[in-house]
């Protein structure tokens, strides 16, 4: 079966900076957009990031553009965040997913969530 598991998360100081992981197994990775979300205590989840499969296309939410980083690696099933200038705003469970598409994406795998705490 699918399975997604990210790692990474932590409690970090304000400007500080976090890498999260999410390692895919079950589905053939590079065919699969993969999407960075988060979700923060009474807020609904948003997207944060997205990656092609081929990694031409990424997206970020305009909150964090310029600060986070989406990358993949195929060859390791594995997709990255690379987090910077962390915001106490920032501080959310995050959670990758996988979408066979790119426009209009429907996310149907999703991996358990690792929290990221920012402290200011």
């Known amino acids: 079966q699918v399975q997604l598991v990210e790692s990474g998360g932590g409690l970090v100081q304000a400007g500080g900076s976090l890498r999260l992981s999410c390692a895919a197994s079950?589905?053939?990775?590079?065919?699969?957009?993969m999407g960075w979300f988060r979700q923060a205590p009474g807020k609904e989840r948003e997207l944060v990031a997205s990656?092609?499969?081929?990694?031409?296309?990424?997206y970020y939410a305009d909150s964090v553009k310029g600060r986070f980083t989406v990358s993949r690696d195929n060859a390791k099933n594995t997709v990255y965040l690379q987090m910077n200038g962390l915001k106490s705003e920032d501080t959310a469970v995050y959670y990758c997913a996988a979408s066979s598409r790119w426009y209009n994406p429907l996310y149907d795998y999703w991996g358990q969530g690792t929290q990221v705490t920012v402290s200011s």
């Open positions: 990656i092609s499969g081929g990694s031409a296309r990424t």
């Open positions: 079950g589905l053939t990775f590079r065919n699969y957009v």
